[in-house]
């Protein structure tokens, strides 16, 4: 008899559950009490880059310390690799932070060790012996690019390096998940360019997985395949990156990205937008078309469809998690028949619209 | 006074000061130091919590620390007794030098613990360190430029306070400055003994800067 195996589907293995948490603090004493995380359901899948954005204080940093039980559930679970993290007794709990490397915005390393010994602080904690500890940190800094500055001493180091010795002393213990808490947060947009292509690389060529969470837009549009919303201690939205950001839901969600969808309005003209038309005034409207639609020529179907009176008035094209899209600005007058006109050449294309105002 | 005279009972009184400076300094900092240690990381949601017994220890050097020193010299005279075998002498004095030391440099200590950056707790604790590592490792390595500018200080207060412990014939310089500088009225022993002094506590301090500044990699040097 011939049997034939089922078809495997690629389902993502799971690195990190997060099922009904929720976290409060407080309500002892006289602090009020105060719910951080309010049932957070997400998976951080294995191999993956996963981000979680969210404004601050939405509760980003209390969710990812919950990964290496930094900090506790007060109820709902939080598994690792397989491990619920609640359940680990106090030995384990250090078994399990040793295959967890984290990373900070601040960087914390020990301004008395040189990034040498910085990068061996979590090995002589392991317990290794000077040689196997030597025999590790070498290629570690020259994997950061930092090979040459094995003697320096974190005052002597950029933000940019400093962080590198970071991402180095994370991976000391050849942990099988990256924790980065705003990694980039202190960091300029080049530095922070270079440090989210460490960590791409990292991801890839050892297959690490990345649980990163950041308030920047550019963060996670720039490495993360998968992304979460996190807002008020609730997942708002969650999914890939593309799809959650090409079709975005949630109000948190689609001002985060109008942060980021390039072209931003001079000050002159966003200055004098109105909520509602006036006699005669002109609709400011936001396009922005995903994939392969980004190339097509839209400006050229618009004035077709809209009318000739279409001005544009910024424009850019950019990727998201490594897919292209590109946004416009575009006025045309505010009246019925224009807008009608507009409307249904939106609802036809699919195109992303988001009407800033009304203007002169 | 004959200056061969003056040299050598300065010599004598010198010797006798840096004997108990450095005997009160030395079993002082030993006792202190775990004591300062167990001030700085055993309050609510430290590493060691024992908010209780915190708050005693805590108490009683504050206590310590408020009573001026000639009357905790003359109040722990039998405890003196106890320890020394006899309350007068240099030996007997390195008795109450060495109690008034403790709760000084334990609050010393505390200080520079408690100024090192809580992140890099964290990120040893991210580590899977214990909280005895994180002590060892992280804590007294980041602290010690701190720990050596307190125990320099620690010093420094030690020689002023020395100078006291005449009332119990302990000798040193403050005394030999005392007996004949004031009530024999020779003023050259008593400026000689001040220059000494000074130059002591110089000594005392320019060492341990250097030390301290050895230590310190925080920012950035030349
Ligand atoms: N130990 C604590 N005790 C009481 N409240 C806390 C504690 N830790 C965090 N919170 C509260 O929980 C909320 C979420 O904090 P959290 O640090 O997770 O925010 P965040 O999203 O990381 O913000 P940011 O981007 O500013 O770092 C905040 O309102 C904060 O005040
Ligand atoms: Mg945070």
């Known amino acids: 008899m011939n049997r034939v195996a089922p078809p495997q589907t690629p389902v993502a293995v799971p690195m990190v559950t997060f099922e009904n948490v929720i976290k409060r603090f407080g309500g002892t004493g006289k602090q009020p009490e105060f719910t951080a995380l309010d049932g957070v359901n997400m998976v951080a899948p294995r191999g993956a880059i996963t981000g979680i954005i969210g404004r601050s204080g939405a509760g980003k940093s209390t969710l990812i310390r919950l990964v290496n039980g930094l900090e506790k559930t007060t109820s709902g679970r939080v598994v690792v690799d397989g491990v619920d993290v609640g359940d680990l007794p106090e030995t384990g709990l250090r078994d399990l932070r040793r295959q967890v490397g984290m990373i900070f915005q601040h960087f914390n390393l020990l301004s008395s060790r040189t990034a040498f010994d910085n990068v061996s602080l979590p090995l002589e904690i392991a317990g290794m012996d000077r040689k196997t500890i030597r025999n590790r940190v070498a290629p570690l800094l020259d994997l950061v690019g930092l090979g040459d500055k094995s003697d320096r001493y974190p005052a002597e180091l950029s933000g940019g390096q400093k962080q590198r010795i970071g991402i180095a002393r994370a991976l000391a213990t050849e942990p099988k998940l990256l924790l980065s808490d705003e990694a980039t947060s202190a960091l300029d947009p080049e530095t922070t360019q270079s440090i989210l292509e460490l960590l791409k690389t990292i991801n890839r060529d050892?297959?690490?997985t990345v649980l990163l969470i950041t308030h920047e837009m550019e963060v996670v549009k720039t490495i993360a395949s998968q992304v979460a919303v996190i807002d008020k201690g609730k997942i708002v939205e969650n999914g890939s990156t593309f799809d959650v950001f090409t079709a975005p839901k949630h109000e948190t969600t689609r001002s985060l990205l109008s942060a980021v969808i390039?072209?931003?309005?001079?000050?002159?003209?966003?200055a004098?937008?109105?909520?509602?038309?006036?006699?005669?005034?002109?609709?400011?409207v936001r396009l922005v078309?995903?994939?392969?639609?980004?190339?097509?020529?839209l400006t050229a179907r618009l004035v077709a469809e809209i009318g000739p009176d279409v001005n544009i008035l910024a424009g850019a094209i950019d990727e998201i998690a490594g897919e292209p899209y590109g946004s416009l600005v575009v006025s045309y007058p505010a009246d019925p028949d224009t807008l009608r006109r507009a409307d249904d050449f939106y609802r036809q294309t699919g195109l992303y619209t988001e009407v800033l105002g009304y203007g002169a | 006074m004959a200056p061969d005279m003056l040299v050598s009972l300065l010599w004598k009184a010198f010797l006798q000061t840096m004997y108990m400076v450095a005997a009160a300094g030395f079993i002082g900092s030993l006792i202190g130091l775990p004591i300062?240690?167990?001030?700085a990381t055993s309050g609510k949601g430290e590493l060691f919590p024992a908010p209780t017994v915190n708050k005693i220890v805590g108490a009683t050097v504050n206590a310590a620390r408020s009573t001026p020193f000639i009357i905790l010299v003359v109040a722990i005279i039998p405890f003196t007794r106890l320890i020394a075998g006899t309350s007068i002498g240099t030996a007997a004095a390195i008795v109450p030098l060495t109690i008034a030391t403790i709760p000084f440099v334990a609050r010393l200590i505390e200080t520079s613990i408690r100024e090192v950056d809580k992140g890099l707790i964290e990120a040893a604790r991210a580590m899977g360190a214990t909280p005895f590592q994180i002590v060892t490792k992280v804590l007294l390595a980041e602290a010690r430029p701190g720990i050596i500018l307190g125990l320099t200080l620690t010093l420094v207060s030690l020689v002023g306070y020395s100078a006291m412990v005449g009332a119990v014939g302990g000798g040193g310089l403050g005394d030999l400055g005392i007996r004949y500088g004031y009530q024999r009225f020779m003023p050259e022993v008593m400026l000689a003994v001040v220059v000494v002094l000074i130059v002591v506590v110089q000594a005392i301090q320019s060492a341990g800067d250097m030390l301290a500044r050895h230590f310190d990699k925080r920012t950035r040097k030349n």
Do not use: V, Y
């Open chain 1, 206 to 208: 050892l297959g690490l």
């Open chain 1, 272 to 284: 004098d937008l109105k909520q509602a038309p006036a006699e005669g005034a002109r609709a400011l």
């Open chain 2, 36 to 39: 300062g240690i167990f001030l």
């Open chain 1, 262 to 270: 390039g072209a931003k309005l001079p000050e002159w003209i966003s």
């Open chain 1, 289 to 297: 078309f995903f994939g392969d639609t980004a190339f097509q020529p």
